[in-house]
């Protein structure tokens, strides 16, 4: 079983930036995962922010791309999401997002707010 804890959430204003954090605890973190961040407006389905595998490869959704990088610590199980030039359209809750071994695992959510 996986846990993931999710950090860095709030308020900002349009153009600003936040850091967003997810460390996952638990058991067979060794094994090779994709780790990454999801998101979900009022209304709206989720939708792909970024991921990255193990070894390094990202993908990121059409509407972060150029805005927001994606990074990983594999010694200490944690992923990080860098938002920059955030708009009032990136308010959503955020989920940190693991799979591996054909699990998928998910945090609680973080609550990112744009104010333009």
Same mark, same amino acid.
């Given at each position: 079983q996986?846990?993931?804890?999710?950090?860095?959430?709030?308020?900002?204003? =349009?153009?600003g930036?936040l850091?967003?954090?997810?460390?996952a605890s638990g *058991?067979?973190?060794?094994?090779y995962?994709i780790m990454?961040?999801?998101?979900?407006?009022p209304?709206?389905?989720r939708?792909?922010v970024a991921?990255?595998?193990?070894g390094?490869?990202t993908?990121?959704?059409d *509407?972060v791309k150029?805005?927001f990088?994606?990074?990983?610590?594999?010694?200490k199980?944690?992923?990080?999401?860098?938002m920059?030039?955030?708009?009032?359209?990136?308010?959503?809750?955020y989920?940190?997002n693991r799979?591996? =071994?054909g699990?998928?695992?998910w945090?609680q959510?973080t609550?990112?707010?744009v104010s *333009?």
């Amino acid at each position: 079983q996986v846990q993931l804890a999710e950090s860095g959430g709030g308020l900002v204003q =349009a153009g600003g930036s936040l850091r967003l954090s997810c460390a996952a605890s638990g *058991s067979n973190l060794y094994l090779y995962s994709i780790m990454g961040w999801y998101r979900q407006a009022p209304g709206k389905q989720r939708e792909l922010v970024a991921t990255m595998t193990y070894g390094g490869t990202t993908n990121y959704g059409d *509407s972060v791309k150029g805005r927001f990088t994606i990074s990983r610590d594999n010694a200490k199980n944690t992923v990080y999401l860098q938002m920059n030039s955030l708009e009032p359209e990136d308010t959503a809750v955020y989920y940190c997002n693991r799979r591996q =071994a054909g699990r998928e695992y998910w945090g609680q959510g973080t609550q990112v707010t744009v104010s *333009s």
